[in-house]
């Protein structure tokens, strides 16, 4: 879970008590606005809020282990008055694909990481 600071808690999915808390790290300093957290093979996945990056997290040290840059990933031409941030990351492990949106966005992007 996040609450928008470096700090993601791991909860008991049963009680809801806090397990551990992680404080994540790029190059030694903490980053803040962390946002809509994914669990992707062993790692964790978190979108910086107002930016349109993905942090790429491991989940024993806290360190930014990867970015993913999601600039231009929405065309100019399809964003509008209401479209905002890009902030939706959802993994489908069966087919192994990765799913991105924005709020207001017009579509739900297939990426494919290299």
Known sequence: M???????SVH??????TL????????G???ANLNELEW??????ANVWQSEKIL?????????????DM??????SQRTATTDVLNGIAWDPTNDH?????KNWPSVFRIEIR
């Open 12 to 17: 008991d999915p049963e009680g809801y008590r």
């Open 40 to 45: 992707i093979k062993g790692e964790i996945w």
């Open 98 to 102: 990765l799913y991105v949106t924005g």
């Open 71 to 76: 600039s231009g990933l929405l065309p100019a």
């Open 20 to 27: 551990r808390t992680i404080g994540v790290t790029m190059d």
């Open 29 to 31: 300093n903490p980053v």
């Open 2 to 8: 996040s609450n928008g600071t470096n700090t993601i």
């Open 56 to 68: 790429r997290i491991d989940p024993s040290t806290g360190r930014v282990t990867g970015v993913v």
